[in-house]
């Protein structure tokens, strides 16, 4: 067999893997600037045509048919017949009103994505940008932050304590939420067990956030809360059927994150389980992508953050005490890893 040319190579092996990725960037201010001219809203509205969005937003015909047709182009739109409707996707993920809108996450995060510009200087110097490691700016983070991914994580929550059998199996647990955030997983939990009672532990101004959502869901009185530093406040030994690390070891890093699994499960009673929301890398740290893109995020804004795969995980839940381990896939891409003491 004849050899193939180098270019006859080149037209065989096509550019379409590194443009995608270039354009990534793209699609991601495309689905943030929809989203903030209301445009799914919009169309779930009635408003289906280029000429009623131009007519609703004041806006140059020729630039909303060049948008919308850029949204159906990435798969958050369909197109028939000239009208534009939502995918099932965009209906329940991207509508002002809906449980689970993802709006304020989208939106939300420039101080995050400000500092996607470091990126160059954080992988050669191996450090979080200086910026993140003031205490204003992660507290005006971490506000914005834990508003903007209340709604996936609670409905993570929801699916997990179906899964755990929260409400019927298990019923009037004592749930520690460390790191409580708004209390998605938590006020999920509380909400399938009314009997439940809930310590909440997180700094004040964060804790103001979650007593307005537990104040939304009516659970105000299963809820106990605890100002401070999840790692330096005091908690009874021996005392809890659930705690609740709910997308917290990977801003900590490896050893941080096992005195904080001891520390679970020295407060929980025998039987009494661990919950460890994270996103999962698979044990060859070949993919999911998703994962791997996090970590960048850790590397940017963190000292010693990573993403763990589902080996470390069970290995460092073994090591601290947990008799049984198990992993529990809630709404993409989260997944639970689950010890029980």
């Known amino acids: 067999m004849a050899s193939m040319s180098g270019k006859e190579k080149s037209v065989e092996i096509q550019p379409e893997l590194i443009l995608n990725i270039h354009y990534g960037a793209a ?9 903030e001219l209301g445009i799914f809203t919009h169309i779930n509205e009635g408003q289906t045509s280029v000429e009623k969005i131009s007519r609703v937003l004041g806006s140059n015909h020729r630039a909303i048919r060049i948008f919308l047709d850029a949204l159906v ?4 739109l369909a197109k028939a017949r ?26 939300g995060t420039g101080i995050a994505q400000d500092g996607w510009q470091h990126l160059t200087h954080a992988v050669k110097k191996g450090r979080q940008i200086s910026e993140f490691a003031e205490v204003g700016h992660r507290t005006t983070f971490f506000k914005e932050l834990v508003k903007g991914i209340f709604p996936t994580s609670f409905a993570s929550g929801v699916i997990l304590g179906k899964k755990l059998g929260v409400g019927k199996t298990l019923k009037a647990q004592k749930i520690l939420d460390l790191g409580c955030g708004a ?5 999920a939990m509380a909400m399938a067990d009314q009997a439940s009672k809930v310590v909440a532990v997180d700094f004040p101004e964060i804790l103001e956030i979650a007593q307005a959502h537990v104040k939304r869901f009516h659970v105000n009185r299963q809820f106990e809360w605890r100002p401070g530093d999840f790692h330096e406040v005091k ?22 994150s096992k005195k ?32 791997f893109l996090f970590a960048i995020n850790m590397l940017l804004y963190t000292d010693g953050g990573d993403v763990f ?12 005490g947990f008799k049984k381990t198990s992993a529990l896939a809630v709404q993409y891409p989260v997944t639970v890893m689950v010890g029980t003491k």
Not at 27 to 35: F, N, P, Y
Not at 235 to 256: A, C, M, Q, R, S
Not at 312 to 318: N, P, T
Request: proline share 5%; hydrophobic share 40%; glycine share 12%.
């Open 260 to 291: 904080l699994i001891k520390r679970a499960h020295e407060c929980l009673k025998p039987g009494g389980k661990l919950l460890i929301a994270e996103f999962i890398a698979n044990d060859l740290k070949s993919g999911p992508e998703l994962p």
């Open 27 to 35: 699609r991601s201010k495309i689905l943030q600037t929809a989203v």
């Open 73 to 76: 182009g990435m798969g958050v």
């Open 309 to 320: 795969t589902t080996k470390d995980l069970k290995r460092w839940l073994g090591l601290c």
């Open 235 to 256: 908690f009874e030994k021996g005392t809890y059927d659930l705690v609740i690390l709910g997308h917290i070891l990977h801003g900590e890093g490896e050893l941080p």
């Open 183 to 187: 209390a998605p997983w938590s006020i």
């Open 82 to 107: 000239g009208a534009y409707k939502l995918t099932a996707e965009s209906k329940q993920f991207l509508v002002r009103g809906e449980s689970q809108y993802l709006g304020q996450f989208l939106t």
